[in-house]
């Protein structure tokens, strides 16, 4: 689908010179002399690699068509993530370096969203919130309310957070997945 350069926004994935692109941030910038423009910079799905690009106001671009299917998450091996359409119990295979550190956060039959591109999977989507067991975490010292009110905590899937002094080992909280930080206890 062809998109005017104006329309771009952050977020979207792009065809661009024979490679998908994601755009990580985009300013629409009026001259005092000369057109209009939008200054993208876009980031390689396949190469990972960054680009920063000017496109006039004028220019046409091809707007990637990806299809969102919600799968369960079934269980993992060496290198990849194993995934299970619930309706028509199809499993699809998605290598770990896509997911990244967020792979840590599955757990069995969790709902996710897989973005599919030309019958690729390029990227997982996991719930904004999940509830975590904190593992271990360090004593809080009373009268530390001076510095940073928050203390380390390693969850049970081996992830490193910062929580609030009341949290203790043992307690079940709830993780933003987005930006992996602490929101509230269960």
């Not at 370096?97 to 989507?125: A, C, H, Q, R």
């Not at 203790?168 to 930006?179: K, Q, S, Y």
Request: charged share 30%; aromatic share 8%; proline share 4%.
């Amino acid at each position: 689908m062809k998109i005017s350069a104006n329309e771009i926004r952050v977020g979207m994935l792009l065809e661009y010179k024979n490679d998908l692109w994601e755009v990580l941030k985009t300013q629409h910038v009026k001259p005092g002399k000369g057109g209009a423009f939008a200054q993208v910079e876009m980031k390689s799905l396949n190469k990972n690699t960054k680009l920063n690009e000017r496109f006039r106001s004028s220019e046409y671009l091809e707007k990637a068509t990806v299809d969102e299917v919600k799968f369960n998450y079934s269980y993992n091996d060496e290198s990849k993530y194993y995934f299970i359409d619930p309706k028509t119990f199809e499993q699809i295979e998605i290598q770990k370096d896509i997911i990244g550190e967020k792979g840590k956060m599955l757990t069995e039959n969790l709902e996710v969203m897989i973005s599919i591109y030309n019958d690729k999977p390029i990227s997982v989507e996991l719930p904004n919130q999940i509830i975590c067991k904190i593992e271990t975490t360090d004593v809080a010292l009373k009268g530390q309310t001076v510095s940073s009110s928050y203390k380390p905590a390693t969850l049970s899937n081996g992830i490193k957070i910062q929580v609030p002094p009341f949290i203790e080992n043992g307690d079940e909280i709830i993780v933003d997945t987005r930006n992996i930080e602490y929101v509230k206890k269960v």
